[in-house]
């Protein structure tokens, strides 16, 4: 059964780093592009980066650009996301999740109805 499974999340102070991981298992989704979302409370989830299929191109939603990085390991079939200078405004569970509706695509998209796969999950804090 196919699987994802986010790490990394924690609590950290404002201004702080931490980098989340997101491992497949089951499969295979090194031929789809791989999105991460984060989901505040009372909020609806929202995109955050989404990375191509062979990791040459890249997208982030306005709120993160400059301070997250989004990376992927196809032979670990890991997804990464590197956050530095972190705001409490970025308090959210964080998810990844895979791009399923096409394969080998560049077309990165923020809706989160194409994406098919999805982990459970890792929260981050951010203190003030």
């Known amino acids: 059964q196919a699987q994802l499974v986010e790490s990394g999340g924690g609590l950290v102070q404002a201004g702080g780093s931490l980098r989340l991981s997101c491992a497949a298992s089951?499969?295979?989704?090194?031929?789809?592009?791989m999105g991460w979302f984060r989901q505040a409370p009372g909020k609806e989830r929202e995109f955050v980066a989404a990375?191509?299929?062979?990791?040459?191109?890249?997208y982030y939603a306005d709120s993160v650009k400059g301070r997250f990085t989004i990376s992927r390991v196809n032979a670990k079939n890991t997804v990464y996301l590197q956050m530095n200078s972190l705001k409490p405004e970025d308090t959210a569970v964080y998810y990844c999740?895979?791009?399923?509706?096409?394969?080998?695509?560049?077309?990165?998209?923020?809706?989160?109805?194409?994406?098919?796969?999805w982990g459970q999950g890792t929260q981050v804090t951010v203190s003030s």
């Open positions: 999740a895979a791009d399923t509706a096409t394969q080998y695509s560049g077309n990165l998209r923020e809706s989160p109805k194409t994406y098919g796969y």
């Open positions: 990375i191509s299929w062979s990791g040459g191109t890249t």
């Open positions: 089951g499969r295979t989704f090194s031929s789809y592009a």
